[in-house]
T-cell receptor, first 112, second 114 residues
Framework: SQQGEEDPQALSIQEGENATMNCSYKTSINNLQWYRQNSGRGLVHLIL?????REKHSGRLRVTLDTSKKSSSLLITASRAADTASYFC????????????FGQGTILTVHP | ETGVTQSPTHLIKTRGQQVTLRCSSQ?????VSWYQQALGQGPQFIFQYYREEENGRGNFPPRFSGLQFPNYSSELNVNALELDDSALYLC?????????????FGPGTRLTVT
């Protein structure tokens, strides 16, 4: 079963615009992670935010976490065509090491 | 590139057959997790191996089994294949010795069951 629900399911923007993806989850977590997947291949780890953190930055990525609302958002600033991919949030409940529960993902298309 | 490799890249099998998928973990990683990703879905946790023993299992039937070897590489075996087993199978390696929870994914094996 999927823990997270991502919104929107698909997002289409122009190069240079910002892209925001949201993730909601159901149970308490130890940390939440965002991954990128190109063309149905392997997942690339983008950023991890722990349950006691509220915001984290990495390059053009900004992640927020609201544990009271059980939600997270991923912001990609100044998007590029190379950012075109599927983006997944994954939660780690901390009760079983390394077991990640993924959402269904957001398909991001960035037009040049 | 994460340093995690999987073989084969693609595989076509017939319903009822058995399949073995292989994963080599990143150097220094002692834990391997397997995930199944159906088309258009997020990955689902199958099971995890740590120190050659199964350590946590998702909602998958016993015909999904695995092994981890002393060099920490791993196999996923699926018996009595069903059409719904068609998916991308991903392995991820990680290390319990550090404080990082990050998992490193391989490129996946695309299994088609006909």
């Amino acid at each position: 079963s999927q823990q997270g629900e991502e919104d929107p399911q698909a997002l289409s923007i122009q190069e240079g615009e910002n892209a925001t993806m949201n993730c909601s989850y159901k149970t308490s977590i130890n940390n939440l992670q965002w991954y990128r997947q190109n063309s149905g291949r392997g997942l690339v780890h983008l950023i991890l935010i722990r349950s006691n953190e509220r915001e984290k930055h990495s390059g053009r990525l900004r992640v927020t976490l609201d544990t009271s609302k059980k939600s997270s958002s991923l912001l990609i600033t100044a998007s590029r065509a190379a950012d075109t991919a599927s983006y997944f949030c994954a939660t780690d409940s901390g009760t079983s090491y390394g077991k990640l529960t993924f959402g269904q993902g957001t398909i991001l298309t960035v037009h040049p | 590139e994460t340093g995690v490799t999987q073989s084969p890249t693609h595989l076509i099998k017939t319903r009822g057959q058995q399949v073995t998928l292989r994963c080599s973990s990143q150097s220094g990683h002692n834990t391997v997790s397997w995930y199944q990703q159906a088309l258009g879905q997020g990955p689902q946790f199958i099971f995890q191996y740590y120190r050659e023993e199964e350590n946590g299992r998702g909602n998958f039937p016993p015909r999904f089994s695995g092994l981890q070897f002393p060099n920490y590489s791993s196999e996923l075996n699926v018996n009595a294949l069903e059409l719904d087993d068609s998916a991308l199978y991903l392995c991820a390696s990680s290390s319990r010795t550090g404080a990082s929870y990050e998992q490193y994914f391989g490129p996946g094996t695309r299994l088609t069951v006909t």
